[in-house]
């Protein structure tokens, strides 16, 4: 079955680490995103990419990396300089560009700070 | 100012009646919209996208209107299943923007 794959669906982070979330997508799509939702708020996008060895910050990208080396996989890394990582971390993908193609979304992670 | 903004409701209405809604969207030069639905702590899933002539998907109505920048969403007849959060989407350059979500609760 073609899909986005999120793991872990759970995380916990000490303060100080650096952790990498993992995205997966087997439906050929160009592009793929990353979203923070915190509790009661809408999605909030950290970084986007339209293709392979490119990828751009969206609005809230401090504290977070991600790399494109692979068409099917996009990691985010979140940093010890991301102050308030307790979020649900959503992936998702698109045909390229996205302008009238559905986005599929990964079951997402949620990531707590201990 | 937020690029989608979107009332949040909650909206709680009786099975059967007819709810509605509106988002709105800064950029002007938006190209595309949609409705997506969250149902709690799951991800998002498509609802429909919004075309400029208005569109319908069974009991939903999906409107936009490009002068006064705003897309309603209508939900007739109301069922059970119907509650969730409605998230409101833009795409413009090259990336979705997402309302904060309006949520809905059909009661019995």
């Known amino acids: 079955d073609g899909g986005i794959t999120q793991s872990p669906k759970y995380l916990f982070r000490k303060e100080g680490q650096n952790v990498t979330l993992s995205c997966e997508q087997n439906?050929?799509?160009?592009?793929m995103y990353w979203y923070r939702q915190d509790p009661g708020q809408g999605l909030r996008l950290i970084y986007y990419?339209?293709?392979?060895?490119?990828?751009q910050k969206g609005d809230i990208a401090e504290g977070y990396s991600v790399s494109r080396e692979k068409k099917e996989s996009f990691p985010l890394t979140v940093t010890s300089a991301q102050k308030n990582p307790t979020a649900f971390y959503l992936c998702?993908?698109?045909?390229?560009?996205?302008?009238?193609?559905?986005?599929?979304f990964g079951q997402g992670t949620r990531l707590t700070v201990v | 100012r937020k690029e989608v903004e979107q009332d949040p409701g909650p909206f709680n209405v009786p099975e059967g009646a007819t709810v509605a809604f509106n988002c709105t969207y800064s950029?002007?030069?938006?190209?595309?919209f949609f409705w997506y639905r969250q149902d709690c702590r799951k991800e998002p899933k498509l609802l429909m996208s919004?075309?400029?002539s208005g569109n319908e998907d069974g009991r939903f109505t999906a409107q936009l209107n490009r002068a006064s920048q705003y897309i309603s969403l209508l939900i007739r007849d109301s069922k059970l299943s119907d509650s969730a959060t409605y998230l409101c989407?833009?795409?413009?350059?090259?990336?979705?923007?997402f309302g904060a979500g309006t949520t809905v609760t059909v009661r019995a």
């Open positions: 950029n002007s030069a938006s190209q595309s």
């Open positions: 919004v075309y400029s």
């Open positions: 439906l050929n799509h160009d592009a």
């Open positions: 998702a993908s698109s045909e390229a560009g996205g302008r009238w193609t559905e986005a599929f």
């Open positions: 989407v833009v795409f413009n350059d090259y990336k979705l923007s």
């Open positions: 990419s339209q293709i392979v060895n490119d990828f």
